[in-house]
């Protein structure tokens, strides 16, 4: 008489077929929606785009987020600021991007843009450092100047922070209390 | 391979497709919530987002008028701390300090002018414009002065120091009446007026704790509540580890305090019995040859009474123990003794407290460092207006009388904080019209029929200059530090849009256009002629710097007017015994309620910091509790946690009991501050006043209402409360940690 695993596992196959398709499925189900559904680039109350303000215009990154270089948020530009230029700026006056942000100004509202770069409420991050330290502004956020929508590019975790802060030899880099306090 | 079966397949499909369902919601649900990034329509100006701003201004949770720097960001105010720069805190601040935030953000403030619909009392109210509200009070008051009868409206604040009071003072003169009064619990009458008669000088003067090396403190806490608790504690920090010589405390009350439990010794002497302590030590100090002014044959004659024997039989503190502490006190280089609390508040509060002046003068304690220092007057608006138990009681009678037609309300709350066998609150249905001018709905502002809702003092214009002053003249002034967070108004600019609605001579006398207006103003009038050598090259230099800097002072002005001046009462020196609320049979306790640290007087009650906050003592936290001796509860059979009913004269209410060693048998405490029935979401129905229980009694000399002499008898009522607390048990469960034979269940 022969034993044969096989056989006796042959009653088993066809659940385990069926879960191995499923834990694919899974995986497959993340990749769909970490592909097609991202919140990497979430769509803006305003088709805003960086390369036309950046590279097209050439406007220099602090021109709108002014705080970079002394607070730790960035800051993103009142609606005043906006206003300031598209007054002036007669031959965009039309588009419907920027008759949408007229309403705004008119309706005295703010803007309210989607965040996309963000690390969690237990992380003392702050632009002011990074900027003062000569660490441009592409090297966290990408290449901003070619994107028509905003994305992020970066995984801002904290592995990809402590990296950085090795390669870089930046003094208490690697301390907790550098970040956590 | 085997033929894979149409069944199979849909089986197939049918696993991947939930398995990529489920990939795809699990992809979704660890992905963060969406965030906004706002930013203000138009960019702010006096702020980058991120970076925190400091403001310098003045707290005015109880009357200490300490310096604060308030962080904000985003124009939100973050956290309060002390100012460095303030000589009174000096960069400390106390918990009710830091719990400010909680009445500027508190949920339950009064966010819009409102006017009752329902019956008085009913907490009915609609919400109303300032426009009309303000054209209703103003068009009453404007009435009144027409038909010549603005003598019957009454002005009734709390203690309101600075210029904000000379505001008042004004507009209510202006109208034409005299009837402004100021109830303040925590008031230091019987204090100021013991002083008038020892000194002749009623500010309060500059008690140098920091610099003495035996401090006697009868009955007052002043590492708690006590006058100015911060600059206190600051002072004593120095006394114990600042100087080479460490100095001595000694605490004399009934039940251990805060300041009890921080002393070298605690010496539990029979409530009221204070004075004739001082006294007692005071005579010793005569007898031995300590005191050697001119008038001491005087003095000793005066002094007769107060033998050894006597003190002891009076204080229950054994006679050698006095004459321990006369030694002590009239050895030290710099000694000083202070009066506080219980032992101010009895029906012989003042003459205990002259007793305690005289104590300091015999053993050369006036104008000398490490003990009395006397203070130049307060630079500007001292508290004048100070309503005690007989004023009150009085303006009761005028308002059942009918004498008062409009009562205007700022800050003060007597339905809570006095008894209502005062009669206030049946007084307040007399008055026809009641006007309120409060922060929050507290049991006096619900009974009004309009409500101004005010800015709290994070949001306003005004200064402060503290009392007990600092040895040389200081003066903050108060800024908001933060936009207002309702549709709210300081109390300065409804007094002064009242003026400008009113009319007649009013907007004359009274032109500015808003608080800070005035206050400016005022301090011009103290940049031209208090400090005309300022640095300042004009006033808005000095203005500026004194709004920075959060205090003016004067540095060189020191001493005050006569650095010792002659006590004028030993012919009427005389501690007269306290006498208690209650027939000794029938109400065998001695009820001492004391300030809590955290409520103070019930007003701290709101603040969810302060409510959570375990008491010092007992590590209690939010509700109340009747704090008796175990030897006595053993006696009554009672237990801790048993619900007990507390009854006097006046009234009864019922509390858990917590039992309490360091309280001597024979008294029973319990902390002020709980058992409102009003005042937002955190204070209401909790606990119990004890306020209610105090009998109407007021000391012979000032008519401050004694609300340390009142006698209570207790009830076990055989239900169990649970006492919220920290401290687990106290026992020492058989260690005898403590002493070999404790083993009290």
């Given at each position: 008489m022969s034993i044969s695993v096989s056989e006796a596992l042959r009653p088993a196959r066809k659940p385990a077929l069926i879960g191995v398709v499923a834990v694919v499925g899974i995986f497959v189900g993340v990749w769909i929606n970490d592909t097609y559904f991202s919140d990497r680039t979430p769509v803006q109350p305003i088709e805003f785009s960086h390369r036309v303000h950046a590279s097209d215009n050439e406007i220099p990154c602090q021109y709108c987020h002014i705080y970079a270089s002394r607070s730790p948020s960035a800051g993103v530009p009142s609606v005043a600021k906006c206003m300031g230029c598209h007054t002036a700026v007669a031959d965009a006056r039309e588009r419907p991007e920027v008759l949408k942000l007229a309403g705004y100004w008119d309706r005295q509202e703010p803007i309210p843009w989607v965040k996309v770069h963000d690390v969690p409420d237990f992380v003392?991050?702050?632009?002011?450092?990074?900027?003062?330290?000569?660490?441009?502004?592409?090297?966290?956020?990408?290449?901003?100047?070619?994107?028509?929508?905003?994305?992020?590019?970066?995984?801002?975790?904290?592995?990809?922070?402590?990296?950085?802060?090795t390669e870089r030899e930046v003094e208490n880099g690697r301390d907790c209390w550098t970040c956590h306090k | 391979m085997s033929k894979i079966s149409r069944r199979d397949l849909l089986q197939y499909i049918g696993a991947g497709g939930v398995g990529t369902g489920a990939g795809y919601l699990f992809a979704e649900a660890i992905k963060r919530p969406v965030e906004f990034l706002i930013p203000p329509v138009v960019p702010p100006e006096d702020y980058s987002p991120g970076v925190a701003t400091w403001y310098n201004t003045v707290c005015n949770q109880c009357s200490a008028g300490c310096g604060i720097s308030v962080r904000t960001r985003e124009g939100r105010a973050k956290k309060i701390e002390g100012n460095p720069a303030h000589p009174v805190n000096q960069g400390r601040l106390c918990a009710r300090g830091q719990a400010g935030l909680n009445a500027l953000y508190n949920p339950d403030r009064i966010r819009a002018p409102l006017k009752r619909v329902g019956e008085r009392g009913d907490g009915a109210f609609e919400t109303i414009s300032w426009d009309e509200a303000l054209t209703q009070v103003a068009g009453r008051l404007g009435r009144l002065k027409i038909e010549d009868r603005a003598d019957r409206v009454q002005l009734l604040t709390g203690g309101i120091r600075g210029h904000l009071g000379e505001l008042f003072e004004q507009f209510i003169t202006l109208l034409g009446s005299d009837r402004y009064a100021q109830y303040d619990f925590t008031y230091p009458a019987n204090l100021r007026l013991a002083n008038r008669l020892s000194f002749g000088i009623e500010h309060l003067p500059y008690y140098d704790i920091a610099n003495c090396d035996f401090l006697l403190s009868f009955g007052a806490d002043y590492l708690g509540t006590w006058l100015s608790p911060v600059h206190f504690s600051l002072g004593y920090g120095q006394l114990r580890q600042g100087r080479e010589q460490r100095g001595r405390c000694i605490q004399i009350e009934p039940r251990m305090s805060l300041s009890g439990a921080n002393a070298d010794e605690w010496i539990a002497a029979v409530p009221g019995?204070?004075?004739?302590?001082?006294?007692?030590?005071?005579?010793?100090?005569?007898?031995?040859?300590?005191?050697?002014?001119?008038?001491?044959?005087?003095?000793?004659?005066?002094?007769?009474?107060?033998?050894?024997?006597?003190?002891?039989?009076?204080?229950?503190?054994?006679?050698?123990?006095?004459?321990?502490?006369?030694?002590?006190?009239?050895?030290?280089?710099?000694?000083?003794?202070?009066?506080?609390?219980?032992?101010?508040?009895?029906?012989?509060?003042?003459?205990?407290?002259?007793?305690?002046?005289?104590?300091?003068?015999?053993?050369?304690?006036?104008?000398?460092?490490?003990?009395?220092?006397?203070?130049?007057?307060?630079?500007?608006?001292?508290?004048?207006?100070?309503?005690?138990?007989?004023?009150?009681?009085?303006?009761?009678?005028?308002?059942?009388?009918?004498?008062?037609?409009?009562?205007?309300?700022?800050?003060?709350?007597?339905?809570?904080?006095?008894?209502?066998?005062?009669?206030?609150?049946?007084?307040?249905?007399?008055?026809?019209?009641?006007?309120?001018?409060?922060?929050?709905?507290?049991?006096?502002?619900?009974?009004?029929?309009?409500?101004?809702?005010?800015?709290?003092?994070?949001?306003?214009?005004?200064?402060?200059?503290?009392?007990?002053?600092?040895?040389?003249?200081?003066?903050?002034?108060?800024?908001?530090?933060?936009?207002?967070?309702?549709?709210?108004?300081?109390?300065?600019?409804?007094?002064?849009?009242?003026?400008?609605?009113?009319?007649?001579?009013?907007?004359?006398?009274?032109?500015?256009?808003?608080?800070?207006?005035?206050?400016?103003?005022?301090?011009?009038?103290?940049?031209?002629?208090?400090?005309?050598?300022?640095?300042?090259?004009?006033?808005?230099?000095?203005?500026?710097?004194?709004?920075?800097?959060?205090?003016?002072?004067?540095?060189?002005?020191?001493?005050?007017?006569?650095?010792?001046?002659?006590?004028?009462?030993?012919?009427?020196?005389?501690?007269?015994?306290?006498?208690?609320?209650?027939?000794?049979?029938?109400?065998?306790?001695?009820?001492?309620?004391?300030?809590?640290?955290?409520?103070?007087?019930?007003?701290?009650?709101?603040?969810?910091?302060?409510?959570?906050?375990?008491?010092?003592?007992?590590?209690?936290?939010?509700?109340s509790w009747i704090e008796l001796n175990p030897a006595t509860a053993g006696e009554l059979g009672i237990r801790d946690g048993d619900l007990i009913e507390v009854e006097s004269p006046a009234g009864s209410i019922r509390a858990p009991a917590y039992l309490f060693p360091a309280i001597e048998p024979g008294v029973v405490a319990m902390p002020f501050g709980q058992g409102h029935t009003a005042y937002g979401r955190y204070a209401q129905n909790r606990g119990v006043n004890p306020v209610q229980l105090v009998a109407l009694q007021s000391d012979q000399q000032s008519g401050e209402l004694a609300w340390a002499g009142t006698r209570v008898k207790l009830r076990n009522t055989g239900e169990r409360a649970r006492v919220v607390r920290n401290d687990g048990i106290s026992r020492t469960l058989g260690r005898q940690i403590l002493h070999p034979e404790e083993n009290h269940a």
């Open positions: 003392h991050f702050t632009h002011k450092r990074h900027v003062l330290a000569g660490v441009q502004c592409q090297e966290c956020h990408g290449p901003v100047q070619d994107m028509d929508r905003i994305t992020r590019i970066a995984p801002m975790t904290m592995p990809w922070c402590v990296d950085c802060h | 019995s204070e004075g004739v302590l001082a006294l007692g030590i005071a005579r010793i100090l005569v007898a031995d040859g300590t005191y050697t002014g001119s008038d001491r044959d005087a003095w000793q004659r005066a002094l007769e009474p107060y033998s050894g024997d006597r003190v002891a039989a009076a204080t229950g503190v054994a006679l050698e123990r006095v004459q321990q502490l006369a030694a002590e006190f009239g050895s030290s280089k710099a000694s000083l003794a202070i009066g506080g609390g219980a032992a101010a508040a009895g029906t012989n509060a003042v003459a205990s407290l002259v007793a305690v002046n005289a104590l300091n003068h015999l053993a050369g304690n006036l104008g000398q460092p490490g003990g009395i220092i006397f203070n130049s007057a307060p630079v500007f608006g001292s508290a004048t207006r100070h309503a005690g138990l007989t004023q009150m009681t009085e303006l009761a009678a005028s308002m059942q009388d009918g004498a008062i037609e409009v009562l205007l309300l700022h800050d003060t709350n007597p339905i809570y904080a006095m008894p209502d066998a005062a009669g206030f609150a049946d007084a307040m249905a007399a008055v026809p019209t009641i006007v309120a001018m409060s922060s929050f709905m507290d049991e006096t502002t619900a009974m009004a029929d309009l409500i101004l809702p005010t800015d709290t003092y994070l949001e306003a214009w005004g200064d402060d200059a503290p009392e007990p002053g600092v040895g040389l003249p200081v003066a903050s002034i108060s800024q908001p530090v933060v936009a207002r967070v309702y549709d709210t108004r300081s109390v300065g600019d409804i007094v002064l849009s009242l003026a400008r609605r009113i009319g007649f001579e009013l907007p004359v006398a009274l032109p500015w256009a808003n608080t800070k207006e005035f206050i400016k103003d005022a301090w011009k009038k103290l940049y031209t002629e208090l400090d005309p050598q300022a640095d300042a090259a004009d006033f808005e230099e000095f203005w500026l710097a004194a709004l920075q800097a959060g205090v003016w002072g004067r540095v060189e002005a020191t001493g005050g007017p006569g650095d010792a001046p002659a006590p004028s009462t030993i012919p009427d020196i005389d501690a007269a015994a306290a006498t208690f609320a209650g027939d000794t049979a029938e109400f065998p306790f001695i009820l001492h309620p004391y300030l809590s640290a955290t409520l103070f007087d019930g007003r701290g009650a709101n603040l969810p910091w302060l409510q959570e906050l375990p008491d010092q003592m007992t590590s209690v936290v939010y509700g």
